[in-house]
């Protein structure tokens, strides 16, 4: 193990996984990623995949988009497949002023070089036969993004930053951080590494790690179910796979498995997980299901999906999952601490991590913020957020999680 470097990464997750490959594809590859047990052993392991390119705002859009290309290039480089499907996704119109809203959303798209477009109720019906078109107003077409496999995205990524010259070293708890000589000091079970700088992508489990140095992190994982339906003989029969669905008014997104439906819910009351501290021995494990505060949703979902009514639940996973009282990750350097970077916080980490990481280590090698994107900056809640004030706000913006800002 190298003990001696530029950058240690702490986390190998989806996302400091990506941080380790941008920083070795800029050409820092002096680097190590520490990592508790198997990479993805956090959320990484079982999440959906999803990530869409649908949103009011173009720097986060533009933080899909690039992740996507991230874990393709890493697949390029490697051989390794991703997993990406690109399905296309549809954010259904559940009211006219969304449909409103998407056409004024329409040219940012213009502007990214994304595809974008309008459809009709009719034709969203073509798209996908079995959403019940009668209570939309049409959709919001996406048709390249989709969903990857973030399993074998991750190990593409380890792999092409491995190719570029990085190191990782499982199963290497960081145990403590502290400061010596102007350099960071990691104690880890293998020994003791030191580093210039140091990335936290610890998800839910960095605010316990940097509590020591007096930092207060408003992250914590709530409790998030996704739902994997029996085979429907209508799906099999298909010869082009499905666009995902969104919709505000179930609060949830649809897309296809195999020849199935998997689900994932925005329940109004969500539940948190652990809000005690992490179990020392959590490990990939999933935790109870609970179906109760999912029902309304479902019943919704079978009057906008009528097929669904029709189809077995095979399983409902639910897992811990990281959220920040915006919903947004922090990325970025801790003000005061010179050498310490955050990429955590991250509830759509699939999704726009890649695009992230990208953003991070291009902020690390050249020392210039990026421009525009002080929505996500690491410091923008300060350090005296309460805990009860952090958990009323993600409550809220979970339960939120497909409602569209009302400002344009
Ligand atoms: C049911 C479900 C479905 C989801 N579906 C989607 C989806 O469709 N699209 C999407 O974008 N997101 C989805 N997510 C969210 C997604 O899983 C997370 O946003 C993403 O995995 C976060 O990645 P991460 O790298 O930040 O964290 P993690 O994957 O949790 O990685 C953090 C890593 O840090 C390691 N670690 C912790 N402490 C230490 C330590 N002291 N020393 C060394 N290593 C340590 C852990 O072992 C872990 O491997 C879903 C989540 C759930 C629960």
Known sequence: M??????????????????????????????????????????????????TYFGPYPKMTALFAG??????????????SVGFHETGSLRLAATARELELFHVYAPRYEALNIPFYIRSPDEVATLHPFVDTTANFGAAHT??????????????????????????????????????????????PSGTVTARNVVVATSFWAPEMLAPLGLNLPVFPTQHHEIITESLPEIAALDKELPAIRDSWVSCNVRQERDGLLIGIYEKEPEFWALDGIPPDFKEDLLPPNLDPLMPHLERLMERMPLFAEAGIKVANNGPMCFTPDGLPLIGPVPEMDGLWLATGFNVGIGTGGGSAEILAKWMTSGQPPKGLDAIHADRFGNDLSKDAALAAIRDVYAHGYQLPDHI
Not at 149 to 157: H, R, Y
């Open 2 to 51: 190298k003990t001696d470097v530029q950058v240690a990464v702490i986390g190998g997750g989806i996302v400091g996984v990506s941080v380790l490959y941008w920083l070795a594809k800029l050409g820092w590859t002096d680097t190590v990623l520490l990592e508790r047990r198997e990479l993805t052993s956090g959320s990484t392991w079982h999440a959906a995949g999803n990530t």
């Open 67 to 80: 992740s996507i290309r991230t874990y393709l290039q890493a697949e390029q480089e490697t051989g390794q």
């Open 143 to 188: 048709p390249t993004d989709g969903h990857v496999d973030p399993t074998g995205a991750t190990n593409a990524l380890a792999q092409a930053a491995k190719q570029h010259g990085a190191s990782i070293k499982r199963h290497c708890p960081v145990s403590a951080i502290s400061q010596a000589s102007g350099k960071w000091v990691l104690e880890t």
